[in-house]
């Protein structure tokens, strides 16, 4: 069972950044973030926030465990530039099931994650 959970507060935005060094942090060629340094993105009094657009960090968790991540991006500034509205996915991590990982993206395509209504 597929469990999914917008980030909303400190614990959560930790849950996210933390979620790629769980999953593959056994790994020699992995290497994580900088510590706090993918946490302050998504934040609402984040600068790119103010200025720029809107980050919506999801994490979906399969039977109880965390198992993907994925930040749906609207840039305004870039919108602007280009003259549309696209959205962006990034911050992207998930277990080895194309399953899970296709649920999450369709999850950060439906309306009103990438493009506000």
């Not at 899970?100 to 950060?108: I, Q």
């Amino acid at each position: 069972m597929l469990t999914t959970t917008r980030c909303v507060g400190e614990a959560l935005f930790r849950r996210f950044e933390n979620l790629p060094e769980d999953l593959h942090g056994s790994d020699p060629a992995f290497a994580p973030p900088f510590p706090g340094s993918v946490r302050k993105f998504p934040l609402p009094d984040s600068h790119f926030h103010k200025q720029d657009g809107t980050i919506s960090a999801l994490l979906v968790e399969r039977d109880g465990r965390l198992a993907v991540r994925i930040a749906a991006i609207h840039n305004r500034s870039a919108g602007a530039w280009l003259g549309d509205s696209a959205g962006y996915f990034g911050f992207f991590s998930c277990i080895d099931d194309p399953g899970v990982a296709a649920h999450l993206v369709g999850l950060a395509k439906a309306p009103g994650i990438l493009v506000p209504q």
